[in-house]
Nanobody, 126 residues
Framework: QVQLVESGGGLVQAGGSLRLSCAASGRTPSTNAMGWFRQAPGKEREFVASIKRSGIIYYADSVKGRFTISRDNAKNTVYLQMNSLKPEDTAVYYC????????????????????WGQGTQVTVSS
Protein backbone atom coordinates (compact mmCIF):
# COMPACT_ATOMS: atom_id res chain seq x y z
CA GLN A 1 0.00 0.00 0.00
CA VAL A 2 0.97 3.60 -0.59
CA GLN A 3 -0.21 6.54 1.46
CA LEU A 4 -0.33 9.98 -0.12
CA VAL A 5 -0.71 13.17 1.89
CA GLU A 6 -1.24 16.52 0.15
CA SER A 7 -0.56 19.92 1.65
CA GLY A 8 -0.24 23.52 0.55
CA GLY A 9 -3.75 24.41 -0.51
CA GLY A 10 -5.46 27.62 0.51
CA LEU A 11 -7.09 30.83 -0.57
CA VAL A 12 -5.30 33.12 -3.01
CA GLN A 13 -6.24 36.04 -5.21
CA ALA A 14 -6.30 35.74 -8.98
CA GLY A 15 -2.79 36.09 -10.36
CA GLY A 16 -1.26 34.67 -7.22
CA SER A 17 0.71 31.48 -6.62
CA LEU A 18 0.51 28.37 -4.49
CA ARG A 19 2.74 25.32 -4.14
CA LEU A 20 1.20 21.97 -3.42
CA SER A 21 3.15 19.06 -1.99
CA CYS A 22 2.35 15.36 -1.90
CA ALA A 23 4.36 13.07 0.34
CA ALA A 24 4.28 9.34 -0.36
CA SER A 25 4.94 6.64 2.22
CA GLY A 26 4.65 2.89 2.33
CA ARG A 27 5.44 0.93 -0.82
CA THR A 28 7.02 3.86 -2.59
CA PRO A 29 8.40 1.73 -5.46
CA SER A 30 4.73 1.69 -6.52
CA THR A 31 4.91 5.40 -7.34
CA ASN A 32 6.42 5.23 -10.81
CA ALA A 33 4.02 7.82 -12.19
CA MET A 34 2.63 10.49 -9.92
CA GLY A 35 -0.01 12.92 -10.94
CA TRP A 36 -2.22 15.77 -9.87
CA PHE A 37 -5.92 15.85 -10.59
CA ARG A 38 -8.55 18.37 -9.57
CA GLN A 39 -12.27 18.39 -9.05
CA ALA A 40 -14.44 21.47 -9.01
CA PRO A 41 -17.96 21.41 -7.56
CA GLY A 42 -20.37 19.68 -9.92
CA LYS A 43 -17.62 18.61 -12.30
CA GLU A 44 -15.71 15.44 -12.97
CA ARG A 45 -12.21 14.95 -11.64
CA GLU A 46 -9.78 16.10 -14.32
CA PHE A 47 -6.11 15.59 -15.07
CA VAL A 48 -3.73 18.44 -14.29
CA ALA A 49 -0.17 17.13 -14.61
CA SER A 50 1.94 14.01 -14.14
CA ILE A 51 5.58 13.07 -13.79
CA LYS A 52 7.31 9.73 -14.09
CA ARG A 53 10.20 8.65 -11.92
CA SER A 54 12.33 9.12 -15.06
CA GLY A 55 11.33 12.78 -15.11
CA ILE A 56 9.02 12.72 -18.13
CA ILE A 57 6.26 15.27 -17.61
CA TYR A 58 2.79 15.83 -19.05
CA TYR A 59 0.41 18.76 -18.55
CA ALA A 60 -3.20 19.46 -19.30
CA ASP A 61 -3.53 22.21 -21.88
CA SER A 62 -5.39 24.39 -19.39
CA VAL A 63 -2.37 24.69 -17.10
CA LYS A 64 0.56 24.66 -19.53
CA GLY A 65 2.85 27.61 -18.96
CA ARG A 66 1.36 28.34 -15.52
CA PHE A 67 1.85 25.15 -13.49
CA THR A 68 5.05 23.21 -12.95
CA ILE A 69 5.21 19.66 -11.61
CA SER A 70 8.38 18.27 -10.07
CA ARG A 71 9.40 15.43 -7.81
CA ASP A 72 12.12 14.59 -5.34
CA ASN A 73 12.59 10.83 -5.56
CA ALA A 74 14.82 10.78 -2.48
CA LYS A 75 12.02 12.34 -0.44
CA ASN A 76 9.20 10.50 -2.23
CA THR A 77 7.50 13.83 -2.73
CA VAL A 78 5.89 15.46 -5.74
CA TYR A 79 5.19 19.18 -6.02
CA LEU A 80 2.86 21.35 -8.06
CA GLN A 81 3.90 24.97 -8.40
CA MET A 82 0.88 26.96 -9.53
CA ASN A 83 1.42 30.49 -10.85
CA SER A 84 -0.92 33.01 -12.46
CA LEU A 85 -3.86 31.35 -10.79
CA LYS A 86 -7.33 31.96 -12.14
CA PRO A 87 -10.75 31.61 -10.48
CA GLU A 88 -11.39 28.61 -12.73
CA ASP A 89 -8.49 26.82 -11.04
CA THR A 90 -10.60 26.60 -7.89
CA ALA A 91 -11.01 22.94 -6.99
CA VAL A 92 -9.97 20.19 -4.65
CA TYR A 93 -6.56 19.00 -5.84
CA TYR A 94 -5.71 15.32 -5.50
CA CYS A 95 -2.37 13.59 -5.70
CA UNK A 96 -2.31 10.14 -7.30
CA UNK A 97 0.25 7.42 -7.90
CA UNK A 98 0.60 4.52 -10.28
CA UNK A 99 3.15 1.72 -10.18
CA UNK A 100 3.30 1.83 -13.98
CA UNK A 101 5.22 4.26 -16.22
CA UNK A 102 2.08 5.61 -17.87
CA UNK A 103 2.44 6.74 -21.44
CA UNK A 104 1.12 9.98 -22.90
CA UNK A 105 -2.14 8.33 -23.85
CA UNK A 106 -2.71 6.87 -20.38
CA UNK A 107 -1.40 9.50 -18.02
CA UNK A 108 -4.64 11.48 -17.87
CA UNK A 109 -6.76 8.39 -17.17
CA UNK A 110 -7.61 8.53 -13.49
CA UNK A 111 -8.65 4.87 -13.58
CA UNK A 112 -5.01 3.86 -14.06
CA UNK A 113 -3.85 5.38 -10.78
CA UNK A 114 -3.96 2.97 -7.86
CA UNK A 115 -3.43 5.35 -4.96
CA TRP A 116 -5.00 8.68 -4.07
CA GLY A 117 -4.55 11.32 -1.43
CA GLN A 118 -7.38 12.92 0.52
CA GLY A 119 -7.23 16.16 -1.45
CA THR A 120 -6.43 19.76 -0.63
CA GLN A 121 -8.69 22.74 -1.37
CA VAL A 122 -7.46 25.52 -3.63
CA THR A 123 -9.65 28.60 -3.87
CA VAL A 124 -8.81 31.47 -6.21
CA SER A 125 -10.78 34.65 -5.66
CA SER A 126 -11.40 37.17 -8.43
Amino acid sequence: QVQLVESGGGLVQAGGSLRLSCAASGRTPSTNAMGWFRQAPGKEREFVASIKRSGIIYYADSVKGRFTISRDNAKNTVYLQMNSLKPEDTAVYYCAASPNPLTYGDTSNRGLYDYWGQGTQVTVSS
